[in-house]
Antibody, heavy 119, light 106 residues
Framework: EVQLVESGGGLVQPGGSLRLSCAAS????????MNWVRQAPGMGLEWISF????????YYADSVKSRFTISRDNAKNSLYLQMNSLRAEDTAVYYC????????????WGQGTMVTVSP | DIQMTQSPSSLSASVGDRVTITCRAS??????LAWYQQKPGKVPKLLIY???TLQSGVPSRFSGSGSGTDFTLTISSLQPEDVATYYC?????????FGQGTKVEI
């Protein structure tokens, strides 16, 4: 079964750091680009980051640029999001999501991990 | 950056109604557009990609059309299980912006 499982969320103080992980299974992880998408409570979806299959190309939304870093370990079938200088507005459910090989749409999503930034 | 604007932000319709949701890009994005359905408390689900290609397993009452700047998601006969929020997303370039969502109620 194709599956993505996020972990690493939790409560963190403003200015703090957190590292999210996304474990992939059931498909050739190293062949696929990956994304992070977040959703603040009661709000819409926000795309935040992209990494190519070989890690050669990285993209970020302006809202997280210079604070968040996306990375992957293809040997471990894992995707990561290092989040630094966290703000209250970063409070959200964070999803990792995979596009198929032939399109940039996101067909496989993890269940999400909640990040709460609060004193 | 290219902005994605959905309309309406919410709608209420009856079972069996034809429902249309519009997504407009501030610049042309060819057909690099996807539609997602998110039911309350659930993970988003891909419905349509490349503006009009139905994702495998998605009921045929869902359809998409458009190219360039104007796109439409149509539910030909609304069913109770279609209650959800629907999002468009462009993936022609970064940022891969989502629309603000359209909440569909019965």
């Amino acid at each position: 079964e194709v599956q993505l499982v996020e972990s690493g969320g939790g409560l963190v103080q403003p200015g703090g750091s957190l590292r999210l992980s996304c474990a992939a299974s059931g498909f050739a992880f190293s062949s696929y680009n990956m994304n992070w998408v977040r959703q603040a409570p009661g709000m819409g979806l926000e795309w935040i980051s992209f990494i190519s299959s070989s890690s050669s190309t990285l993209y970020y939304a302006d809202s997280v640029k210079s604070r968040f870093t996306i990375s992957r370990d293809n040997a471990k079938n894992s995707l990561y999001l290092q989040m630094n200088s966290l703000r209250a507005e970063d409070t959200a459910v964070y999803y990792c999501a995979r596009p198929p090989l032939n399109t940039g749409a996101l067909d496989i999503w993890g269940q999400g991990t909640m990040v709460t930034v609060s004193p | 950056d290219i902005q994605m604007t959905q309309s309406p932000s919410s709608l209420s319709a009856s079972v069996g109604d034809r429902v249309t949701i519009t997504c407009r890009a501030s610049q042309g994005i060819s057909n690099y557009l996807a539609w997602y359905q998110q039911k309350p408390g659930k993970v988003p689900k891909l419905l349509i990609y490349a503006a009009s290609t139905l994702q495998s397993g998605v009921p045929s009452r869902f359809s998409g059309s458009g190219s360039g700047t104007d796109f439409t998601l149509t539910i030909s006969s609304l069913q109770p299980e279609d209650v959800a929020t629907y999002y468009c997303q462009k993936y022609s370039s970064t940022p891969r912006t989502f629309g603000q969502g359209t909440k569909v109620e019965i």
